[in-house]
């Protein structure tokens, strides 16, 4: 489940790097991670203002949530 997870993160700051290029100075990206509340994650949100330091023009969103829910809200936030 950490590898699932671990992955997640890193597609999600690639991806967001990614499209962070591809923003007109100035402008900030944004990266919208959705994690299970588990103490591993809390963890990784920790780790999120270092993030933000390094990389001032990303904003990550963060949103824990339950293991029963995440699935409707990966299927919901991809469709839209």
């Given at each position: 489940m950490r ?15 990614s499209g ?10 944004e990266i ?49």
């Amino acid at each position: 489940m950490r590898r699932v997870a671990l992955f997640l993160v890193i597609v999600s700051l690639v991806v967001g790097l990614s499209g962070a290029i591809a923003f007109p100075e100035g402008e900030k990206g944004e990266i919208r991670v959705l994690m299970l509340t588990s103490p591993a994650m809390l963890a990784l949100r920790d780790m999120v203002p270092k993030f933000e330091e390094k990389y001032p023009d990303i904003k990550v969103v963060w949103e824990d949530t339950a293991y029963a829910d995440i699935h409707t809200k990966q299927v919901n936030d991809f469709v839209s």
